[in-house]
């Protein structure tokens, strides 16, 4: 199993790298937009859909992701709109969470399949538009999200006594959580010592809007990568399934990969374009 990890992670690494670095921000586009549709196909399938319906709608996620890049989309700057994706994550998380895995397929199974089809839509176009504000804000915003889970899994390990979800995700502790909290909020302040630029998620909050917004935002975006995180443990569940798909080897599907960028990069340009 560690091998395997292993050599998926150094396969993922070897296409994501280049493409990250690449000078053209849509070729990394172009290279997540494949993996956004498998997430498609994974999403569908854990909500009751078919095979081939689940390739057919994972295939048509990608062309939507296709043509909001062939317009230009990927490349504006941050608007105010995407306020509506990060008050739709946090109410609509929040409830998801609240009703819990048995709440979850009372919903109509297509409204369950269309909403995940268009979270994962926003996801990869907040997740270019990212990448096309420059290489130190998109690395800001990852390092964010990998920090809140690697504190918070050994802050668990040390000090987790009281269970955050035990019924989505019993490994989760409230002690993790606030390492993972108190993770980022470090991270933040040696992101901004060393950014000579400005031009992080952190000195774009900083510059524009003080410490008491960076600290707030720092803070809403490490819990909102924890609730797409549960979210997606709580359909899985909800699905009998203990990993979205076996697509990458040693690590399970595309989507329990990215679910905790799945609320974060939304919001991270809701916060940018404040």
């Not at 569908?44 to 989309?73: E, F, Q």
């Not at 919903?107 to 420059?134: D, S």
Request: overall charge positive.
């Amino acid at each position: 199993m560690l091998k395997q990890r292993v050599i998926t992670a150094l396969v993922l690494l070897g296409l994501l790298i280049p493409a990250l670095l690449a000078s053209d921000p849509r070729w990394f586009a172009l290279l997540t937009l494949a993996f956004i549709g498998a997430a498609g196909w994974e999403w569908m399938r854990l909500n009751g859909a078919g095979s081939g319906l689940a390739i057919v709608l994972g295939v048509a996620l990608a062309a939507a992701c296709a043509g909001a890049l062939a317009a230009g989309w990927t490349q504006r700057e941050p608007t105010p709109a995407w306020g509506l994706a990060a008050v739709a994550w946090v109410l609509g998380g929040t409830l998801a969470l609240r009703s819990g895995v048995a709440g979850w397929p009372r919903l109509p199974r297509v409204l369950r399949g269309a909403l995940g089809l268009v979270l994962l839509w926003l996801a990869w176009l907040a997740l270019a538009q990212a990448r096309a504000l420059g290489l130190n804000f998109i690395l800001s915003v990852f390092c964010l999200v990998w920090m809140a889970d690697i504190a918070a899994y050994f802050g668990g390990r040390r000090f987790g006594r009281r269970k955050l979800a035990p019924a989505i995700s019993p490994g989760k502790s409230w002690e993790g959580a606030i390492s993972g909290l108190l993770g980022v909020l470090v991270l933040a302040l040696v992101w901004l010592l060393l950014d000579g630029e400005g031009s992080s998620l952190y000195g774009r909050l900083a510059n524009a809007h003080g410490p008491v917004l960076l600290v707030a935002g720092v803070l809403l975006l490490a819990g909102m990568s924890v609730v797409g995180d549960l979210f997606e443990s709580l359909v899985k569940r909800a699905a009998g399934a203990k990993d979205s798909s076996a697509l990458l080897p040693g690590h399970g599907g595309v989507l329990d990969r990215v679910d905790a960028l799945l609320p974060v990069f939304p919001i991270a340009l809701a916060l940018a374009a404040l």
